[in-house]
């Protein structure tokens, strides 16, 4: 098997006008494979896929939006698994999305498709949820926050290039982490008065996460999104002025 960034690189060459036969005199990759790769060149299965973080000249996922989306997703209700046997190094996104949701689960759906267009997705059934996985070789690339043991025992720091996606796509990102560990909702509060005892409902948004890290980042996108949110709890941010729910509003909006 070549290295990806050797498939990348022979392409490179074919699409500059070389022939098969000087781009494998070049390259020292066979005919045949050359063949292969010019025939299929969007071809991304478990074991042989392109990744933008591989490439001999890595880049950031596209779309960066979906991608935004699926990372907020990741970090509150996903994992990254081995998949069968270890030496051939293949791994599982997850995503658990409740089943009180089924447009959670399409969405989640259609962001694991438009990131890696070329891999299945698929859904399996839980107990109250649905597994949406998908598998690849490159998704600890995609996604190194990955490691042993729970997210909130672990640091928790996205890359250079997560930050500038993140920074573009805010909402986005926010959206993914509310539909995963987040909650919009009415909030009844109860006022005794010398009228008598009233209550007042309004809408608030909840996000709650064991990771302090994960915390963090949802407050720092909140702040680019220009939304007002504290602390409600030692592991829950609040997002509940009118204004700061009305703006969350055009970003997030109820889970469906």
């Known amino acids: 098997m070549y290295d990806l960034a050797v498939r990348d690189d022979t392409l490179r060459l074919l699409a500059s006008g070389l022939s098969i036969g000087e781009t494998s005199r070049q390259t020292g990759v066979s005919r045949t494979t050359i063949s292969r790769w010019r025939n ?3 071809h991304d299965s478990v074991m042989t896929g ?27 209700d996903g994992c990254i698994c081995w998949v069968g046997d270890r030496d051939k190094h293949v791994w599982a996104l997850r995503i658990m999305c409740a089943d009180s949701w089924p447009g959670l689960v399409q969405e989640c759906i ?15 059934q839980r107990q109250g949820c649905s597994d949406v996985n998908s598998y690849s070789k490159h ?18 720091v996205l890359e250079p290039w997560q930050r500038e996606i993140v920074s573009a796509h805010p909402g986005q990102f926010v959206r993914g982490l509310m539909h995963s560990d987040g909650y919009r909702g ?10 008598g005892v009233r209550w007042y409902e309004y809408p608030r ?13 949802c407050g720092d996108a909140l702040d680019l999104l220009g939304v007002a949110w504290r602390f409600n ?9 009118r204004e700061a729910v009305e703006l969350l509003d055009l970003h997030v909006g109820p889970k469906y």
């Open 40 to 42: 299929r060149p969007t």
């Open 50 to 76: 392109t990744c933008p973080r591989c490439a001999s000249q890595p880049h950031p996922p596209s779309p960066a939006g979906s991608y935004a989306y699926l990372l907020g997703l990741y970090l509150g």
């Open 110 to 124: 259609d962001a694991l498709q438009a990131v890696r267009p070329t891999n299945k997705v698929r859904v399996v």
């Open 139 to 156: 998704w600890p690339h995609l996604f190194p926050q990955h490691g042993p043991g729970k997210k909130h025992n672990r640091a928790i």
């Open 186 to 195: 009415m909030n009844r509060v109860r006022r005794v008065l010398p009228s």
């Open 205 to 217: 948004y909840l996000f709650k996460n064991e990771s302090r890290d994960i915390l963090t980042l």
């Open 233 to 241: 709890k030692r592991n829950e941010l609040s997002v509940a002025r």
